[in-house]
Protein backbone atom coordinates (compact mmCIF):
# COMPACT_ATOMS: atom_id res chain seq x y z
CA UNK A 1 0.00 0.00 0.00
CA UNK A 2 2.85 2.21 0.53
CA UNK A 3 4.58 1.89 -2.44
CA UNK A 4 0.68 2.51 -4.30
CA UNK A 5 0.56 6.07 -2.42
CA UNK A 6 3.91 7.01 -3.13
CA UNK A 7 4.03 6.11 -7.08
CA UNK A 8 3.21 10.10 -7.96
CA UNK A 9 5.71 11.23 -5.47
CA UNK A 10 7.93 8.44 -6.84
CA UNK A 11 7.70 8.93 -10.51
CA UNK A 12 10.55 11.43 -12.53
CA UNK A 13 9.23 15.07 -13.16
CA UNK A 14 8.36 15.76 -16.58
CA UNK A 15 11.02 16.06 -18.93
CA UNK A 16 9.76 18.91 -21.19
CA UNK A 17 12.29 21.33 -22.39
CA UNK A 18 12.18 25.31 -21.98
CA UNK A 19 11.72 25.60 -25.27
CA UNK A 20 9.13 23.03 -25.66
CA UNK A 21 7.41 24.46 -23.08
CA UNK A 22 7.78 28.50 -24.15
CA UNK A 23 6.16 26.73 -28.05
CA UNK A 24 3.66 24.88 -26.26
CA UNK A 25 2.27 28.10 -23.99
CA UNK A 26 2.16 29.71 -27.44
CA UNK A 27 -0.01 26.87 -28.95
CA UNK A 28 -2.35 26.30 -26.22
CA UNK A 29 -2.45 29.54 -23.80
CA UNK A 30 -1.56 31.99 -26.28
CA UNK A 31 1.01 33.25 -24.18
CA UNK A 32 4.13 34.44 -26.23
CA UNK A 33 7.20 35.30 -23.93
CA UNK A 34 10.38 34.10 -22.19
CA UNK A 35 10.20 30.93 -19.56
CA UNK A 36 12.29 30.08 -17.16
CA UNK A 37 12.33 27.03 -14.83
CA UNK A 38 11.11 26.80 -10.88
CA UNK A 39 11.72 24.37 -8.59
CA UNK A 40 8.95 21.69 -7.90
CA UNK A 41 8.54 18.67 -6.00
CA UNK A 42 6.67 16.23 -8.21
CA UNK A 43 5.78 17.97 -11.48
CA UNK A 44 7.56 20.71 -13.88
CA UNK A 45 7.24 24.60 -13.43
CA UNK A 46 8.00 27.59 -15.37
CA UNK A 47 7.95 31.27 -14.74
CA UNK A 48 6.72 32.83 -18.02
CA UNK A 49 7.13 36.73 -18.65
CA UNK A 50 5.12 37.37 -21.36
CA UNK A 51 5.80 40.76 -24.14
CA UNK A 52 3.75 43.04 -22.03
CA UNK A 53 5.53 42.37 -18.89
CA UNK A 54 2.41 40.07 -17.17
CA UNK A 55 3.92 37.03 -15.31
CA UNK A 56 2.61 33.09 -14.92
CA UNK A 57 2.94 30.32 -13.67
CA UNK A 58 2.98 27.12 -15.88
CA UNK A 59 2.96 23.62 -14.00
CA UNK A 60 3.78 21.06 -16.36
CA UNK A 61 2.06 18.36 -14.40
CA UNK A 62 3.44 14.56 -13.30
CA UNK A 63 2.21 12.34 -15.73
CA UNK A 64 1.26 9.44 -12.68
CA UNK A 65 -0.52 11.94 -11.73
CA UNK A 66 -4.72 10.73 -12.11
CA UNK A 67 -6.17 13.26 -14.60
CA UNK A 68 -9.13 14.08 -12.48
CA UNK A 69 -7.33 14.55 -9.45
CA UNK A 70 -5.62 17.86 -11.47
CA UNK A 71 -9.36 18.60 -12.52
CA UNK A 72 -9.60 18.76 -8.75
CA UNK A 73 -7.01 21.12 -8.01
CA UNK A 74 -7.79 23.51 -11.03
CA UNK A 75 -11.31 23.73 -9.93
CA UNK A 76 -10.82 24.09 -6.41
CA UNK A 77 -9.01 27.03 -7.35
CA UNK A 78 -11.48 28.80 -9.72
CA UNK A 79 -14.11 28.11 -6.74
CA UNK A 80 -12.40 29.72 -4.51
CA UNK A 81 -11.40 32.82 -6.70
CA UNK A 82 -15.17 33.20 -6.75
CA UNK A 83 -15.87 32.58 -3.70
CA UNK A 84 -14.09 35.66 -2.43
CA UNK A 85 -12.63 37.70 -5.20
CA UNK A 86 -9.96 39.52 -3.20
CA UNK A 87 -8.40 36.17 -1.90
CA UNK A 88 -4.47 35.94 -2.56
CA UNK A 89 -5.06 32.97 -4.62
CA UNK A 90 -3.65 32.59 -8.55
CA UNK A 91 -6.29 32.98 -11.13
CA UNK A 92 -6.63 29.74 -13.54
CA UNK A 93 -5.82 30.78 -17.55
CA UNK A 94 -8.24 28.30 -19.82
CA UNK A 95 -6.88 26.84 -22.75
CA UNK A 96 -7.62 28.63 -26.12
CA UNK A 97 -9.55 25.39 -27.05
CA UNK A 98 -11.80 23.07 -25.51
CA UNK A 99 -13.57 23.46 -21.99
CA UNK A 100 -10.97 21.40 -19.57
CA UNK A 101 -9.19 23.63 -16.86
CA UNK A 102 -5.97 22.42 -18.57
CA UNK A 103 -4.02 21.67 -21.62
CA UNK A 104 -2.37 18.31 -22.44
CA UNK A 105 1.04 18.35 -24.03
CA UNK A 106 2.60 15.23 -25.81
CA UNK A 107 6.09 14.46 -25.57
CA UNK A 108 7.22 14.08 -29.17
CA UNK A 109 9.45 10.74 -28.01
CA UNK A 110 5.57 9.46 -27.55
CA UNK A 111 6.58 9.29 -23.99
CA UNK A 112 3.71 9.69 -21.13
CA UNK A 113 0.79 12.77 -21.78
CA UNK A 114 0.88 15.64 -19.29
CA UNK A 115 -1.73 18.14 -17.99
CA UNK A 116 -0.48 22.09 -18.22
CA UNK A 117 -1.86 24.32 -16.08
CA UNK A 118 -1.23 28.02 -16.14
CA UNK A 119 -1.68 30.30 -13.48
CA UNK A 120 -1.12 33.98 -12.14
CA UNK A 121 2.22 34.37 -10.65
CA UNK A 122 1.90 35.86 -7.67
CA UNK A 123 4.39 38.47 -6.18
CA UNK A 124 5.64 38.57 -3.01
CA UNK A 125 8.53 36.70 -0.64
CA UNK A 126 7.95 33.09 0.56
CA UNK A 127 7.47 33.36 4.71
CA UNK A 128 10.66 31.29 4.95
CA UNK A 129 12.47 33.81 3.90
CA UNK A 130 10.94 36.24 6.04
CA UNK A 131 11.13 36.80 9.91
CA UNK A 132 7.89 34.93 11.83
CA UNK A 133 6.56 36.86 14.52
CA UNK A 134 3.28 36.61 16.19
CA UNK A 135 1.95 39.22 13.69
CA UNK A 136 2.85 37.21 11.24
CA UNK A 137 1.64 33.56 12.23
CA UNK A 138 -1.73 36.00 13.59
CA UNK A 139 -1.82 36.70 9.25
CA UNK A 140 -1.50 32.92 8.85
CA UNK A 141 -4.21 31.65 11.13
CA UNK A 142 -6.49 34.48 9.56
CA UNK A 143 -5.44 33.73 5.95
CA UNK A 144 -6.04 29.79 6.47
CA UNK A 145 -8.99 30.83 7.65
CA UNK A 146 -10.66 32.84 4.84
CA UNK A 147 -9.46 30.38 2.48
CA UNK A 148 -11.04 27.47 4.34
CA UNK A 149 -14.39 29.41 4.05
CA UNK A 150 -13.87 30.38 0.12
CA UNK A 151 -13.50 26.35 -0.08
CA UNK A 152 -16.46 25.13 1.87
CA UNK A 153 -19.05 23.69 0.19
CA UNK A 154 -16.63 22.87 -3.06
CA UNK A 155 -17.11 19.26 -3.89
CA UNK A 156 -15.76 17.04 -7.13
CA UNK A 157 -15.30 13.55 -7.95
CA UNK A 158 -11.72 13.05 -7.32
CA UNK A 159 -11.66 15.06 -3.80
CA UNK A 160 -11.00 11.65 -1.92
CA UNK A 161 -8.16 10.85 -3.92
CA UNK A 162 -5.29 8.58 -2.13
CA UNK A 163 -2.55 11.61 -1.00
CA UNK A 164 0.67 10.31 0.77
CA UNK A 165 0.45 13.66 2.33
CA UNK A 166 -2.81 13.01 3.87
CA UNK A 167 -2.82 12.70 7.92
CA UNK A 168 -5.75 10.30 7.60
CA UNK A 169 -3.84 7.65 5.93
CA UNK A 170 -0.75 8.33 8.19
CA UNK A 171 -0.61 4.73 9.42
CA UNK A 172 0.23 3.08 6.03
CA UNK A 173 3.44 5.20 6.23
CA UNK A 174 4.81 3.14 8.90
CA UNK A 175 6.76 1.18 7.08
CA UNK A 176 8.57 4.36 5.64
CA UNK A 177 9.31 5.45 9.13
CA UNK A 178 11.39 2.09 9.55
CA UNK A 179 13.67 3.87 7.30
CA UNK A 180 14.88 6.76 9.62
CA UNK A 181 18.54 6.96 9.73
CA UNK A 182 18.57 7.62 13.81
CA UNK A 183 16.55 4.58 16.06
CA UNK A 184 14.94 7.53 18.51
CA UNK A 185 13.62 9.60 15.38
CA UNK A 186 12.01 6.31 14.27
CA UNK A 187 10.94 5.66 17.41
CA UNK A 188 9.53 9.40 18.16
CA UNK A 189 7.63 9.03 14.40
CA UNK A 190 6.22 5.67 15.25
CA UNK A 191 5.32 6.67 18.59
CA UNK A 192 3.38 9.48 17.39
CA UNK A 193 1.82 7.37 14.74
CA UNK A 194 0.02 4.88 17.25
CA UNK A 195 -0.37 8.20 19.35
CA UNK A 196 -2.68 9.33 16.52
CA UNK A 197 -3.99 5.64 16.12
CA UNK A 198 -5.34 5.73 19.80
CA UNK A 199 -6.32 8.91 20.36
CA UNK A 200 -7.75 11.19 16.95
CA UNK A 201 -8.29 8.70 14.15
CA UNK A 202 -11.73 7.41 15.93
CA UNK A 203 -13.29 10.80 16.76
CA UNK A 204 -12.21 12.22 12.99
CA UNK A 205 -15.39 11.10 10.89
CA UNK A 206 -17.42 12.98 13.05
CA UNK A 207 -15.48 16.37 12.60
CA UNK A 208 -16.55 18.96 9.95
CA UNK A 209 -15.14 17.75 6.48
CA UNK A 210 -14.42 19.92 3.54
CA UNK A 211 -11.73 20.41 0.82
CA UNK A 212 -8.74 21.58 2.31
CA UNK A 213 -5.07 23.14 1.41
CA UNK A 214 -3.05 20.63 2.86
CA UNK A 215 0.06 22.30 2.62
CA UNK A 216 0.10 25.72 4.38
CA UNK A 217 3.32 25.77 5.01
CA UNK A 218 6.20 28.84 4.84
CA UNK A 219 7.30 27.87 1.10
CA UNK A 220 3.50 27.93 0.01
CA UNK A 221 2.42 31.27 1.48
CA UNK A 222 3.64 34.77 0.02
CA UNK A 223 4.13 37.87 2.62
CA UNK A 224 4.60 41.70 1.01
CA UNK A 225 7.88 42.80 -0.68
CA UNK A 226 8.62 45.48 2.27
CA UNK A 227 5.60 44.05 5.36
CA UNK A 228 6.50 40.74 6.59
CA UNK A 229 3.03 40.52 8.72
CA UNK A 230 1.33 40.91 5.54
CA UNK A 231 0.10 38.23 3.21
CA UNK A 232 0.03 38.62 -0.28
CA UNK A 233 0.23 35.59 -1.95
CA UNK A 234 -1.32 31.92 -1.14
CA UNK A 235 0.49 29.16 -3.63
CA UNK A 236 0.72 25.50 -4.31
CA UNK A 237 -2.74 23.43 -4.17
CA UNK A 238 -1.09 20.16 -4.94
CA UNK A 239 -1.65 18.33 -2.02
CA UNK A 240 -5.38 19.30 -1.81
CA UNK A 241 -7.97 16.74 -0.41
CA UNK A 242 -10.95 16.65 0.86
CA UNK A 243 -10.48 16.20 5.21
CA UNK A 244 -11.21 16.96 9.06
CA UNK A 245 -11.07 20.96 8.67
CA UNK A 246 -8.86 20.64 11.55
CA UNK A 247 -6.59 18.65 9.74
CA UNK A 248 -5.55 22.02 7.75
CA UNK A 249 -4.83 24.06 10.76
CA UNK A 250 -2.94 21.17 11.87
CA UNK A 251 -0.81 21.26 8.76
CA UNK A 252 0.12 25.45 9.12
CA UNK A 253 0.61 24.89 12.76
CA UNK A 254 3.00 22.41 12.51
CA UNK A 255 5.74 24.97 11.08
CA UNK A 256 5.15 27.27 13.24
CA UNK A 257 6.92 25.08 16.08
CA UNK A 258 8.44 26.45 18.65
CA UNK A 259 12.68 25.80 18.97
CA UNK A 260 13.03 27.25 22.12
CA UNK A 261 10.36 27.45 25.30
CA UNK A 262 6.90 25.83 24.63
CA UNK A 263 6.97 24.11 21.35
CA UNK A 264 2.86 25.08 20.77
CA UNK A 265 3.64 28.77 21.82
CA UNK A 266 3.89 29.60 17.73
CA UNK A 267 1.26 27.01 16.67
CA UNK A 268 -0.70 28.97 19.64
CA UNK A 269 -0.82 32.29 18.00
CA UNK A 270 -1.63 30.57 14.66
CA UNK A 271 -4.52 28.89 16.27
CA UNK A 272 -5.85 31.82 18.31
CA UNK A 273 -6.11 33.70 15.09
CA UNK A 274 -7.85 31.05 13.09
CA UNK A 275 -10.46 30.29 16.25
CA UNK A 276 -11.30 33.99 16.42
CA UNK A 277 -12.39 33.25 12.60
CA UNK A 278 -13.66 29.89 12.51
CA UNK A 279 -14.09 28.72 15.80
CA UNK A 280 -13.00 25.34 16.73
CA UNK A 281 -15.27 22.87 17.99
CA UNK A 282 -14.01 20.94 21.03
CA UNK A 283 -13.93 17.96 18.84
CA UNK A 284 -11.32 19.24 17.22
CA UNK A 285 -9.78 20.93 20.01
CA UNK A 286 -9.39 17.44 21.42
CA UNK A 287 -7.27 16.02 18.19
CA UNK A 288 -5.25 19.16 17.23
CA UNK A 289 -1.97 18.49 19.30
CA UNK A 290 -2.07 14.77 18.17
CA UNK A 291 -2.36 16.13 14.39
CA UNK A 292 0.28 18.73 14.41
CA UNK A 293 2.56 16.04 16.14
CA UNK A 294 1.57 13.62 13.09
CA UNK A 295 2.04 16.08 10.57
CA UNK A 296 5.51 16.94 11.88
CA UNK A 297 6.01 13.22 11.57
CA UNK A 298 4.64 12.52 8.57
CA UNK A 299 7.06 15.30 6.73
CA UNK A 300 10.27 13.57 8.44
CA UNK A 301 9.11 10.28 7.25
CA UNK A 302 8.13 11.40 3.35
CA UNK A 303 10.56 13.74 3.02
CA UNK A 304 13.40 11.26 4.12
CA UNK A 305 12.02 8.89 1.94
CA UNK A 306 12.07 10.48 -0.97
CA UNK A 307 15.55 12.17 -0.57
CA UNK A 308 16.99 8.89 -0.66
CA UNK A 309 14.88 7.58 -3.85
CA UNK A 310 15.72 10.67 -5.83
CA UNK A 311 19.08 12.41 -4.75
CA UNK A 312 19.29 14.38 -7.61
CA UNK A 313 16.33 16.16 -6.42
CA UNK A 314 16.91 15.76 -1.98
CA UNK A 315 17.72 19.84 -2.07
CA UNK A 316 14.08 20.47 -2.96
CA UNK A 317 12.56 18.16 -1.21
CA UNK A 318 14.53 18.70 1.93
CA UNK A 319 13.59 22.34 2.22
CA UNK A 320 11.23 22.07 5.08
CA UNK A 321 13.19 19.06 6.82
CA UNK A 322 15.28 20.56 9.23
CA UNK A 323 11.87 22.65 10.32
CA UNK A 324 10.00 19.00 10.33
CA UNK A 325 12.75 17.41 12.65
CA UNK A 326 12.86 19.70 15.07
CA UNK A 327 8.91 19.75 15.26
CA UNK A 328 9.04 15.76 15.43
CA UNK A 329 11.57 16.13 18.61
CA UNK A 330 9.96 18.38 20.19
CA UNK A 331 6.15 17.25 19.93
CA UNK A 332 7.59 13.69 20.46
CA UNK A 333 8.68 14.61 24.06
CA UNK A 334 5.91 16.60 24.97
CA UNK A 335 2.86 14.62 26.63
CA UNK A 336 0.00 14.30 24.96
CA UNK A 337 -1.98 15.70 28.24
CA UNK A 338 0.33 18.80 28.47
CA UNK A 339 -0.49 19.50 24.88
CA UNK A 340 -3.64 19.53 24.81
CA UNK A 341 -4.45 21.84 28.44
CA UNK A 342 -1.83 24.23 26.99
CA UNK A 343 -4.00 24.65 23.27
CA UNK A 344 -7.09 25.17 25.94
CA UNK A 345 -5.75 27.94 27.88
CA UNK A 346 -4.57 29.58 25.54
CA UNK A 347 -7.87 29.94 23.73
CA UNK A 348 -9.70 30.22 27.38
CA UNK A 349 -11.26 26.94 27.01
Do not use: K
Not at 107 to 115: L, Q
Not at 170 to 177: D, K, N, V
Not at 303 to 327: D, T
Amino acid sequence: MTEQLGAVLDSPVPAITTAEAEAFARQAFGLDGAIRPLTAERDRNFLLVARDGREYAMRVINAAEDPAVSDFQSRALMHAAAADPTLPVPRLHLPLSGDAAEAVWQPADGGAACRVRVLDYLPGRPLHLTAPDRAQRTAIGQGLARLDRALAGFRHPAESHVLLWDIQRALQLRGFAEQLPEPADRDLALGILDRLERHALPLLPDLRPQVIHNDFNPHNILADAVDDQRITGIIDFGDMVRAPLVQDLATAAAYSLAAEGHPLEGPAQLIAAFDAACPLWDEELEVLSDLIATRSAVSVIISGWRALRQPGNAEYILRNYPRSLSGLRRMGALPRQDARQYLREVLGR
